[in-house]
């Protein structure tokens, strides 16, 4: 089964306005950290947002919030007041904390491909 | 702060030969791992180092080893190259916790010709 489920492999998304990019994730563990990543077509893979699984608040990072819910297992990120700039993949991934020694690495998604129309 | 430095950006090997990739973290950080992506598998782990042991390795064959050094900076070798292992190499920084994050480089794009 997949950790890591991202649905849509691609969104539209007019300048100016908000979007969900959905994430949904599969462990048994208590303690684990998501995060998301946006890769441009350079390559590199950006830092966007954390959770840990004990936060009760959602993240936010500026633009970037992270709706969070623990009970439906899903983590999905909201970029308001999108940018031309935003156009990129996006991966959502998960660090387990103690699960079997599988707890240093992070699992990713597929992505989604996110472009911002003028 | 610096961020995680990963070089050379390009290589173009040929098969059979043998490449090694570095990775600088971020200062303090004791954690480094290594991706490889590429367009039909995603992303995927390869191992992972802190304070110079090797705590995790995914599913590569052995031509895929690291090694980290006792100022945190790893090293990646891939030796006998193919074809299939023409892709982006990342490698990402962190404390080393489940709960801190990780911040990756710009990558290592390998082409293997």
């Known amino acids: 089964a997949q950790k890591i489920t991202q649905t849509q492999p691609g969104m539209f998304v007019q300048e100016k306005e908000a979007v969900t990019l959905d994430c949904t994730y599969d462990?048994?563990?208590?303690?684990?950290?998501l995060f998301w990543y946006k890769q441009p077509s350079s390559g590199e893979m950006i830092f966007l947002i954390y959770?840990?699984?004990?936060?009760?608040q959602n993240a936010t990072e500026g633009r970037y919030s992270l709706n969070f819910q623990k009970a439906r297992k899903s983590a999905n990120l909201v970029i308001s007041a999108s940018q031309l700039g935003d156009s990129a993949m996006y991966f959502c991934?998960?660090?387990?904390?103690?699960?079997?020694?599988?707890?240093?690495?992070?699992?990713f998604g597929k992505g989604t491909l996110l472009t911002v129309n003028p | 702060k610096a961020g995680v430095t990963q070089t050379p950006r390009y290589l173009i090997k040929t098969r059979g030969q043998q490449v090694t990739l570095s990775c600088s973290p971020i200062s303090g950080h004791r954690s480094v791992s290594w991706y490889q992506q590429t367009p039909g598998q995603g992303l995927q782990f390869l191992f992972e180092y802190f304070s110079e042991t090797q705590r995790n390795k995914g599913n590569f064959p052995g031509r895929f080893s690291g090694r980290q050094f006792s100022n945190s900076r790893s090293e990646m070798n891939v030796s006998t190259l193919e074809l299939g292992d023409s892709a982006l190499y990342l490698c990402?920084?962190?404390?080393?916790?489940?709960?801190?994050?990780?911040?990756f480089g710009q990558g290592t794009r390998l082409t293997v010709v």
């Open positions: 462990t048994s563990d208590q303690s684990y950290g």
């Open positions: 959770q840990g699984s004990y936060d009760e």
């Open positions: 990402a920084s962190s404390a080393g916790t489940w709960e801190t994050e990780a911040f």
């Open positions: 991934a998960m660090r387990e904390g103690y699960s079997g020694g599988s707890n240093y690495k992070l699992t």
